[in-house]
């Protein structure tokens, strides 16, 4: 039950409001859209101002806001038609992550929990394939929000994990077992020490200040929780200077990270080998292509090539 969530605060009486939008039966919810503010701040209070004070509406246009640290504020009851995706509205459920197409680990672990407890909640029945971004709406389609490609979120959700996280469950101080012996494993390969107990599978001060030490070299929010961000800075980390070597006997190299056509920029064959330095996602796929160092792109299917 999304209300038992402990992430979930109660701010549906404090926030602005200059009338009520019309309601509903939670029967007649068959879909979640997700949002982004399209801003690197605020909450719904912010946006509860905005949305009254300066649009003129009943109150804050989406259901639930989920700030940068995970918070899920809870905006406005489910049965009602607030407003958030326009000739849409009556069916949806509105959950807007605060940020600009870039989420915090804490906010997708939010997000997968929101919306698995909704989906898991009595009398409201909403598909996977109705989990959709307020682009994919008619009408929508020109719309940047939500700032993330919904087939990884999706495919995330299938297969029961948040965005980005690869699997590994967010780890933080406090936890461990083998997935945390995994994280400790990529921090040393990535270069970060653990002088004192290695890897040892037990998530204490040492592993959080490894954590944090890794998140400060790579520019990512510094909290020493090891989330989807981390997780995938790890795998960057452990590609950059090794060799993909072509082990099919020829593979295509792209201009761009991209799988359309245009983006081929030539062949290479068997047995060449080039120094890695990043994976890259594909907009619009879930397969990845590593950056290599003469700034072309080759895939990572391992039916084609090999790290050494
Ligand atoms: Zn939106």
């Not at 905005?50 to 639930?64: M, R």
């Not at 326009?86 to 940020?99: A, E, Y």
């Not at 994919?136 to 993330?148: D, F, K, L, R, T």
């Not at 064959?269 to 590593?290: H, M, N």
């Amino acid at each position: 039950m999304y209300r038992n969530l402990t992430q979930l605060v109660d701010v549906r009486g404090q926030v602005k409001r200059n009338g009520s939008f019309a309601s509903r039966s939670w029967t007649q919810i068959t879909g979640i859209a997700r949002h982004h503010s399209a801003t690197t701040s605020g909450d719904a209070f912010s946006f509860a101002n905005y949305h009254v004070n300066t649009l003129g509406w009943p109150g804050i246009g989406y259901h639930f806001v989920i700030t940068k640290d995970g918070t899920i504020q809870w905006a406005n009851s489910i049965d009602r038609v607030s407003y958030h995706v326009g000739n849409n509205n009556t069916p949806l459920i509105g959950i807007c992550l605060v940020g600009n197409g870039s989420f915090t680990a804490a906010q997708e672990q939010s997000y997968f929990d929101l919306v698995t407890a909704l989906r898991s909640t009595s009398g409201i029945n909403v598909a996977v394939s109705n989990l959709r971004g307020h682009n994919e709406y008619p009408g929508h389609a020109s719309n940047v929000c939500p700032g993330i490609n919904m087939d990884v979120v999706r495919t995330a959700i299938v297969k029961g994990h948040p965005v980005g996280n690869h699997g590994h469950p967010v780890l933080r101080r406090g936890d461990s077992g083998p997935d945390v012996l995994v994280l400790q494993n990529d921090l040393l390969a990535a270069g970060e020490s653990l002088p004192q107990f290695g890897a040892d599978g037990g998530f204490g001060a040492e592993t959080e200040e490894a954590v944090r030490s890794f998140q400060r070299r790579m520019d990512l929010t510094v909290d020493g929780v090891a989330g989807s961000q981390t997780w995938e800075a790890l795998d960057r980390a452990k590609v950059e200077g090794r060799l993909v070597v072509v082990t099919a006997a020829s593979v295509n190299v792209r201009s761009r990270p991209s799988f359309a056509a245009d983006a081929v920029a030539g062949q290479v064959v068997q047995g060449e080998a080039f120094t890695v330095v990043e994976i890259v996602s594909v907009s619009g796929s879930s397969s990845a292509l590593y950056r290599l160092v003469s700034g072309l792109y080759i895939t990572t299917n391992e039916n084609y090539v090999t790290l050494r």
